[in-house]
């Protein structure tokens, strides 16, 4: 699915130096879709550099850069070559718009999102934060201007440094970045008062919303505050409400009809 954050034809391959590991490896997971590794070949086809960066950054993606090895590029104009990857850059835009932190606050969900939003979902005051998948942190800053302290967890470097650039640019004293998965938080046991997340939740329900749990405090929240894009969707996630979540609906500046949801955990 393109949700259209990217002109393709703006970027090149080149992009892909600044992706991490688990985006490598989500991106050259496929060694069976024969047109899909074909487009790859292509557009890989004049950065011999970044096959070799991909190879010692990825070493689980040998098959597939192998397979890409085997396709016979010589025989496209560069015309092709450049087609098949725009095609591929369209593809992973989500990766592309991670590299670039200013593009990603320009996205759909982002760039007219409120903090009020946030705000009459949960009282935040004087409370210890974690924000999940922190991208820009459009949440952790937000978080920020009410809570005792915040914690932004993000996995891209990009992202990370964008937001420790912001802290210092702002002098804002009671954020801290720190690298980490949804799946895999590096914090102990009933550590926060409010876990806060947007558009995180959703490879594997039961095993994120468990992690979050874990690092909550008893009778601590779960704040999914998604951004203001302009989907109309049509009811809440289902597989949220049956896991006991709360859900709130309101129309965006975007047009879009979203829906954010929140759930306190009990622990004894």
């Known amino acids: 699915m393109s949700y259209h954050w990217i002109n393709a034809q703006d970027y090149?391959?080149?992009?892909?130096?600044?992706?991490?590991?688990?985006a490598l490896r989500y991106?050259?997971?496929n060694s069976e879709n024969k047109?899909?590794?074909?487009?790859?070949?292509k557009a890989l086809y004049k950065y011999p550099y970044l096959k070799e960066f991909i190879r010692i950054k990825a070493p689980e993606v040998k098959d597939?850069?192998?397979?890409i090895e085997k396709v016979d590029c010589k025989k496209y104009f560069s015309e092709e070559l450049r087609e098949a990857e725009t095609k591929i850059l369209q593809m992973h835009e989500t990766f592309v718009v991670y590299a670039y932190p200013e593009i990603m606050n320009q996205v759909n969900y982002i760039r007219n999102w409120s903090p009020e939003n946030l705000y009459r979902l949960v009282d935040l005051t004087d409370?210890?934060?974690l924000d999940v998948g922190a991208g820009t942190g459009r949440l952790a800053f937000a978080a920020a201007k009410k809570a005792k302290r915040v914690y932004a967890s993000e996995p891209c470097?990009?992202?990370?440094e964008y937001m420790r650039d912001y802290i210092k640019q702002e002098k804002i004293a009671n954020v801290r970045v720190l690298d980490g998965f949804i799946e895999n938080l590096p914090f102990e046991d009933n550590t926060f008062d409010v876990v806060i997340s947007g558009h995180v939740i959703g490879d594997n329900y039961d095993k994120e919303i468990s992690e979050l749990t874990r690092v909550l405090k008893d009778q601590g929240l779960?704040?999914?505050c998604n951004g203001d894009d302009e989907f109309k969707r049509k009811g809440p996630n289902e597989e949220l409400v049956k896991r006991g979540f709360e859900w709130f609906v309101h129309e965006s500046i975007e047009g879009g009809i979203i829906y954010d949801y929140r759930k306190q955990v009990k622990k004894q």
Do not use: H
Not at 12 to 22: K, V
Not at 35 to 41: G, K, L, P, T, V
Not at 157 to 160: A, I, P, S, V
């Open 127 to 129: 409370k210890i934060v």
């Open 222 to 224: 779960i704040v999914v």
């Open 35 to 41: 047109e899909y590794i074909q487009d790859m070949a």
């Open 157 to 160: 470097d990009m992202l990370r």
């Open 12 to 22: 090149t391959m080149n992009c892909f130096l600044f992706f991490e590991r688990w």
């Open 27 to 29: 991106i050259f997971k």
């Open 64 to 67: 597939f850069m192998d397979a």
